[in-house]
């Protein structure tokens, strides 16, 4: 019987298809050592999560063995407190009960003594009444007593001040009088040496006044004086100065007219000398220029002749051979 194995995995087929397919799938096989590893690493954990079991087992018991031990413990322990919280609520009471007692001893001492207090206090305070309406009495009289002296004595006081006051009186009404009529009178000779005195500053300043007075009248006399002959000797001179000025001025322009003058005679005498030129020229001028027409004249009236004898002698050789050998040779 043969057997198809694959070669990666080890795994045993009994048809060759299975085989192929196998082989011939997307995913690749396990190979042979991945799995022997891959199995003894399970082995391996198994046997871990095993002792970790059996330790948490172990540890379960001994911790339920110390909770039930604690629950004991605890227990005792509760049933001892709740003993001794009894204890301590009977000692409780009875401190409580010993403490009313003694406040209640407390209490009754305090109010017999607060009885007895009160009573020496009345006792007290009746005495000092007694004791103070005595002296109030006797303040009261002594104070009536003075008052009465005090006013005594006040009255007489102010009879004296009243009379001393009038005495007083009269006496600065005399002396006012007195003082009065003598400032009346010093006061009039004052004013009579006052009135004497105005009358004479008065005197003495009309007088100064007047002689000011007579003294500038006198200076702006003597100053208008001045200033009138300052005036007219300004005036003479500016007068004597517009003179010589108008003078100079007056031969300044007849010496420019005389000078004008002659320029214009000058100037006329040589227009005239000019024009005369000028005459002269043109009229030598004509005179050669009729003279020149006279000669051309005479010149073409001598060549006019020249050709009549010309044109006779060619017409007529003959005879003015002849009559030039009649007529006399100086007539040539
Ligand atoms: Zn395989």
């Given at each position: ?7 990666r995995?080890?795994?045993e087929f009994k048809?060759k ?7 011939s ?6 190979s042979?050592e991945d799995r ?6 399970q ?7 095993k002792?970790?079991?059996k330790?948490h ?7 339920n063995k110390f ?7 605890i227990?005792?322990t509760?049933e001892?407190?709740k003993?001794?919280?009894?204890e ?18 407390e ?11 009160e009573e020496?206090?009345?006792l007290?305070q ?8 005595q ?10 007593r003075?008052?009465e002296?005090?006013e005594l004595?006040?009255?007489?006081e102010?009879?004296k001040q ?7 009186r ?11 009529e ?5 006061d009039l000779?004052?004013?009579?040496e006052e009135?004497?005195?105005l009358?004479?500053?008065e005197?003495q300043?009309?007088k100064?006044q ?8 006198i200076q702006?006399q ?15 001179k500016?007068?004597e100065?517009?003179a ?12 420019e ?5 002659e320029?214009q005679?000058?100037t006329?005498?040589?227009?005239q000398?000019q ?15 009729h003279e020149?027409r ?5 010149q073409?009236?001598?060549?006019k ?5 010309r ?11 002849k ?5 006399p040779k100086?007539s040539?």
């Amino acid at each position: 019987m043969t057997k198809y194995v694959c070669e990666r995995c080890k795994k045993e087929f009994k048809k060759k298809s299975n085989l192929d397919d196998h082989l011939s799938r997307k995913k690749l096989c396990e190979s042979y050592e991945d799995r022997l590893a891959r199995e003894k690493e399970q082995k391996e954990k198994e046997k871990e999560k095993k002792q970790i079991e059996k330790a948490h087992k172990l540890a379960m018991k001994e911790e339920n063995k110390f909770i039930s031990h604690l629950d004991k413990v605890i227990q005792q322990t509760e049933e001892h407190k709740k003993l001794q919280e009894q204890e301590r609520q009977n000692e409780l009471i009875r401190q409580q009960e010993l403490k009313k007692q003694q406040e209640q001893e407390e209490l009754r001492l305090q109010y017999e003594r607060q009885q007895k207090y009160e009573e020496q206090e009345m006792l007290r305070q009746l005495e000092l009444k007694r004791q103070r309406d005595q002296e109030e009495m006797i303040i009261h009289h002594e104070i009536q007593r003075q008052k009465e002296q005090e006013e005594l004595r006040r009255q007489q006081e102010l009879q004296k001040q009243k009379e001393e006051q009038e005495s007083l009186r009269q006496i600065e009404i005399q002396y006012q009088k007195r003082q009065t009529e003598l400032r009346r009178q010093h006061d009039l000779k004052r004013q009579k040496e006052e009135q004497e005195s105005l009358r004479q500053i008065e005197i003495q300043y009309q007088k100064k006044q007047t002689e000011l007075r007579r003294q500038q009248q006198i200076q702006k006399q003597k100053e208008q004086d001045e200033l009138i002959r300052h005036q007219e000797i300004q005036r003479q001179k500016e007068h004597e100065e517009l003179a010589r000025q108008q003078d100079l001025q007056k031969q300044k322009e007849q010496e420019e007219m005389l000078r004008l003058k002659e320029i214009q005679r000058q100037t006329e005498e040589d227009v005239q000398r000019q024009k005369e030129h000028e005459e002269l020229a043109r009229q030598q001028e004509l005179r050669q220029f009729h003279e020149n027409r006279k000669q051309m004249l005479l010149q073409q009236i001598e060549q006019k002749n020249n050709e009549q004898v010309r044109r006779y002698e060619r017409t007529y050789e003959g005879r003015f051979k002849k009559t030039l050998g009649l007529l006399p040779k100086s007539s040539y």
